[in-house]
């Protein structure tokens, strides 16, 4: 019997979801960073296997918005709760239920979809009475359908949770042909590539102050792709950390991306980038929906 469904995976910032979603497609389709709030569009990974096939919802992480841009990731990720067949809610095996589980509890018991508590980072889990008693703390808040515990950074009991899922789900055609992996679109995947290496070599404010936008792509007479993205800031302080000195950080962001993209995407290409300022962008809401319109939703 062939099953599918889709499968909506939801959590705080920094529990580790975009690194599930990665462990589960078996190839790296989602940024990821240290840093919070990393993931801020839905992002559709497809799970392949002999039983059946998953769509993967990876969602940004909620938390108490600040910004018209964290507002957004907020509603994107509420969203994408309805209309799926199950929900994994992901929480840290080592950190305390915060208000933010709590908040997001309550919205799950008016959800009428199966939900199950899923306890990542089990790696870094060595107190084993206080994961007993974080437990029974979250049983204490909802009655979940399955409690499992992974490490999505070590791929430990991964095929479990996998096993799990698939029992819930009802008998049913695949909706991607085998080759694909997700449905996002190269201009969204290589956006998202070069914002992954801002995160990684900048602090404070600028990772969360930027954006990348994709210009122009096109092949040239040798069939090379040639890719112009822009990086939007909010300050004029902020464009001179990104192209650093002498230009050497923006030419390291754009090496690190295309030797990334290349192997993703399936061909060669050429990296423009420029850097340019949009003041307060994040607070704006007509900048948000542009934002969020198109490869972007």
Same mark, same amino acid.
């Given at each position: 019997?062939?099953?599918? $469904?889709?499968?909506?995976? !939801?959590?705080? %910032?920094?529990?580790?979801?975009?690194?599930?979603?990665?462990?589960?497609? $078996?190839? *790296?389709?989602?940024?990821?960073?240290? *840093? %919070?709030?990393?993931?801020?569009?839905? &992002?559709?990974?497809?799970?392949?296997? #002999?039983?059946?096939?998953?769509?993967?919802?990876?969602? %940004?992480?909620?938390?108490?918005?600040?910004?018209?841009?964290?507002?957004?990731?907020?509603?994107?990720?509420?969203?994408?709760?309805? /209309?799926? /067949?199950?929900?994994?809610?992901?929480?840290?095996?080592? #950190?305390?239920?915060?208000?933010?589980? #709590?908040? !997001?509890?309550?919205?799950?018991? @008016?959800?009428?979809? %199966?939900?199950?508590?899923?306890?990542? *980072? !089990?790696? +870094?889990?060595?107190?084993?009475?206080?994961?007993?008693?974080?437990?029974?703390?979250? +049983?204490? &808040?909802? @009655?979940? /359908?399955?409690?499992?515990?992974?490490s999505a950074l070590k791929k430990t009991f991964i095929n479990v949770l996998i096993e799990d899922i698939f029992k819930v789900l009802d008998e049913g055609e695949a909706f991607y042909p085998k080759d694909i992996k997700t449905n996002r679109s190269k201009r969204f995947l290589m956006a998202e590539l070069i914002r992954e290496k801002i995160l990684q070599f900048t602090q404070q404010e600028v990772p969360h102050s930027s954006y990348v936008s994709i210009e122009n792509i096109e092949y040239d007479d040798t069939d090379l792709l040639e890719v112009r993205a822009n990086i939007i800031v909010e300050r004029d302080t902020q464009k001179k950390i990104i192209i650093g000195k002498d230009g050497q950080l923006i030419k390291r962001i754009g090496t690190l991306a295309r030797k990334e993209l290349i192997p993703l995407l399936g061909e060669k290409l050429f990296l423009d980038l420029h850097v340019k300022v949009e003041a307060k962008w994040r607070q704006n809401t007509q900048a948000i929906d542009r934002l969020f319109q198109g490869d972007f939703e």
């Open positions: 019997m062939f099953k599918s $469904g889709f499968v909506a995976i !939801i959590g705080e %910032p920094n529990v580790g979801k975009s690194t599930f979603l990665n462990a589960v497609i $078996g190839e *790296k389709i989602a940024i990821t960073s240290s *840093k %919070p709030q990393t993931t801020r569009y839905r &992002l559709d990974g497809i799970y392949h296997s #002999e039983a059946g096939q998953i769509v993967f919802v990876d969602t %940004p992480g909620i938390h108490a918005p600040q910004s018209a841009l964290a507002k957004k990731m907020v509603d994107v990720a509420m969203q994408s709760l309805h /209309d799926v /067949d199950l929900i994994l809610y992901l929480v840290s095996a080592v #950190e305390p239920i915060t208000e933010i589980d #709590e908040r !997001i509890i309550q919205r799950l018991k @008016t959800i009428n979809t %199966p939900v199950f508590l899923v306890l990542n *980072k !089990i790696d +870094k889990a060595t107190n084993i009475p206080r994961l007993e008693t974080l437990v029974e703390g979250y +049983k204490a &808040l909802h @009655t979940f /359908d399955q409690i499992v515990a992974i």
